[in-house]
């Protein structure tokens, strides 16, 4: 697929996943380093669109999905309050830098303050140095060291 240029008339709109989306949804995990099944990917939308707490929304233009976001809605104990924890943004890399993936965050950061969360925060892997500026020229500062421990496979 070449390059999607957003326009004033083709400007991305985001939406709610469905389960008809697993195609997609797959393909932008494989953007993330996340390979993923069109069958692995139903599955996991049908786990968040059954889960209030949990957001997936999509970004298209002219019907072709071009980047999606995951939102957590989880009580913190440390806070005292909810917070919002995006667990996954990625837009195909033929539509980066078209206000993609700002859009996006604009989507999540509404849901989170609807939601009453105290704060929005997203990880990012130590090596993905352009997401790190991204999240940066949106307003995101550097927090807490994120640490793990894979359990099991």
Do not use: W
């Not at 997609?24 to 049908?46: F, G, K, M, N, W």
């Not at 669109?49 to 440390?78: E, N």
């Amino acid at each position: 697929m070449g390059r999607v240029a957003a326009s004033p008339d083709t400007a991305p709109r985001v939406r709610v996943a469905e389960l008809g989306d697993a195609g997609d949804v797959a393909h932008l995990l494989d953007v993330l380093d996340y390979p993923c099944t069109r069958d692995e990917a139903s599955e996991r939308i049908a786990i968040i669109l059954r889960d209030p707490r949990q957001h997936l929304l999509l970004a298209d233009i002219d019907g072709a999905i071009c980047g999606l976001v995951s939102l957590d809605l989880i009580y913190a104990l440390a806070r005292g309050a909810d917070i919002a924890r995006i667990t996954a943004l990625a837009v195909a890399p033929n539509c980066q830098r078209q206000g993609i993936g700002r859009r996006l965050l604009r989507e999540v950061e509404l849901i989170a303050r609807r939601a009453g969360a105290s704060r929005l925060e997203v990880t990012s892997n130590p090596r993905r140095i352009e997401a790190h500026a991204f999240y940066r020229g949106c307003g995101y500062a550097d927090g807490s060291r994120h640490f793990v421990k894979p359990l099991g496979d």
